[in-house]
């Protein structure tokens, strides 16, 4: 089946005064309908970029520099969303897919209430006054939110209510796609873990496809079904959640899931060093100067992304057969 959404080659940096500073480099992949992605790396990998760039949303400096991002809507076209107009972009946003803002919690007008706030998006969408009020009450029933905060302003509610309203806003339209970057940030355990329930229930209430950014492999453990796993402006690992903590491939993949705190009482074992910046991306494989697995091949040539057995991605050079012999 064609995927619901389909990136390829897509590369995205920043505008210097002399050159442009590559923060993504040749992104391809699929999302399936009705799937939780989770796009997971350490801060600057350029997770919350590809999100951007997808939402076609990059402000200077940011520049996005090639690549295809096709969306398959709902009669069964496909459309390339950096090669539309903007405003048949406005008119696909928040219809067909939808976005959730790094820090949204923060991301309400403090002098307006929320309803206003929910409803002016539906309206714009030609909805009736009566529509759109009737729809963000059904939208903040979906968070366990009572409808009586429509008249609230957002300083009254919590960071986790003001949170949910987000999210509540976010589905009202029912998109086919929803992009939620950092969804969890700055919540405490319980709410964090309420807002996961909530989302995987929008998922099979509504039929959505949510594409989860976020720097935590354990919230990927918990909600997603696959896992896309970044690094440097890459992605090193891509495959289901079961396979990828079963099995990590990739040394970086395996450093990241070695750091998660265990109720056993298993050593944690840290990734040594730090990502790379954006302006300084080493030669050959980009994760190479803190691989324990590292051999000369890797300082000099970036592996690309192969597939493995069922439905595995990986970009290591010890998973190309020729290059492992004589490794």
């Known amino acids: 089946m064609p995927a619901l959404l389909e990136i390829r080659g897509l590369s995205a940096g920043l505008q210097g005064r002399r050159a442009i500073t590559q923060v993504i480099s040749q992104i391809d992949l699929d999302v399936q309908a009705g799937e939780i992605l989770g796009v997971v790396g350490e801060s600057g990998c350029g997770k919350s970029t590809l999100a951007t760039a997808i939402m076609r949303l990059l402000v200077p400096p940011q520049v996005l520099q090639s690549g295809s991002i096709r969306l398959r809507l709902a009669a069964g076209e496909t459309v390339d969303l950096l090669a539309i107009s903007e405003s048949e972009l406005r008119a696909l946003r928040w219809r067909h897919l939808s976005y959730i803002p790094q820090g949204s919690m923060n991301s309400l007008n403090p002098v307006l209430r929320v309803g206003r706030q929910m409803m002016d998006t539906l309206i714009q969408h030609g909805l009736t006054s009566g529509e759109a009020r009737a729809r963000a009450i059904e939208a903040l029933e979906l968070v366990n939110l009572e409808r009586k905060l429509l008249d609230s302003y957002p300083h009254e509610l919590s960071g986790g209510m003001r949170q949910r309203v987000i999210i509540a806003a976010a589905v009202s339209m029912r998109p086919a796609l929803i992009v939620a970057d950092e969804l969890t940030t700055a919540l405490d355990v319980v709410t964090q873990r309420q807002i996961l329930q909530e989302l995987a229930a929008i998922r099979d209430e509504l039929g959505a496809t949510i594409l989860l950014i976020t720097h935590d492999m354990g919230v990927v453990a918990q909600i997603a079904d696959r896992v896309a796993v970044m690094y440097a402006g890459k992605i090193a690992e891509l495959g289901s959640v079961h396979g990828i903590f079963e099995a990590p491939r ?16 298993q050593r944690v074992e840290g990734l040594p060093g730090e990502a790379p910046s954006p302006w300084n991306y080493p030669a050959g494989c980009r994760f190479h100067p803190r691989c324990p697995k590292v051999f000369d091949l ?30």
């Open 250 to 265: 990739h040394p970086y993949s395996q450093g990241l899931i070695g750091s998660i705190p265990r109720a056993s009482g």
């Open 298 to 327: 890797c300082r000099e040539h970036a592996p690309e992304l192969m597939r493995q057995d069922s439905g595995r991605w990986a970009a290591c050079h010890l998973y190309d057969d020729e290059v492992a012999a004589h490794a």
